[in-house]
């Protein structure tokens, strides 16, 4: 990898496609699925740590996050979504500044929003960027989570209308 272009960590509950040649990536898929990866332009400088994610154990996988963001050392985290909202927790403490993308809901939110779920996007994406593509998650950012405007990213002509 090249020393001095930025280091990005991409967390997906799913592998995404490129992002972009002119930084390093490292990326994590939580469902250890990489099908993806030879789609990737082989130019690009990407690595593929791997990380043990188990289902269920968010005092385990918090410890192998931890030690994953310390050792791949990261200039800025990437997340998306609610699959991957525990290297938010996971991040707390490091300075380590943190985009994540909010692109809808799953089918256990499409209805209703889980509580326990909209508390924890309030407090660990409240120090985050976060990218919103729509008015309806620009208003639940704002409305519901509680974070603050300076903090959400979207096309403020298209999402506030």
Not at 66 to 81: E, F, H, K, M, Y
Not at 139 to 150: G, K, M, V, Y
Request: hydrophobic content about 45%.
């Amino acid at each position: 990898m090249h020393a001095g272009a930025p280091l990005l960590l991409h967390v997906f509950s799913t592998l995404a496609n490129k992002l972009g040649g002119r930084f390093r990536h490292a990326v994590v898929a939580m469902d250890g699925r990489q099908d993806a990866r030879e789609l990737l332009d082989p130019a690009l400088d990407v690595r593929f740590p791997q990380v043990n994610v188990l289902k269920g154990d968010t005092r385990g996988n918090l410890r192998r996050f931890r030690a994953a963001l310390r050792d791949i050392a990261p200039d800025l985290l990437v997340t998306s979504n609610w699959g991957s909202i525990e290297w938010a927790l996971a991040r707390i403490g490091t300075g380590m500044p943190h985009l994540h993308m909010e692109d809808g809901f799953g089918p256990q939110e499409c209805a209703r929003q889980m509580p326990r779920r909209v508390l924890a996007r309030r407090l660990l994406l409240r120090r985050a960027t976060v990218v919103v593509p729509s008015r309806l998650l620009w208003r639940i950012a704002t409305e519901t989570w509680h974070l603050p405007q300076s903090r959400l990213i979207g096309d403020r002509d298209q999402v506030r209308g």
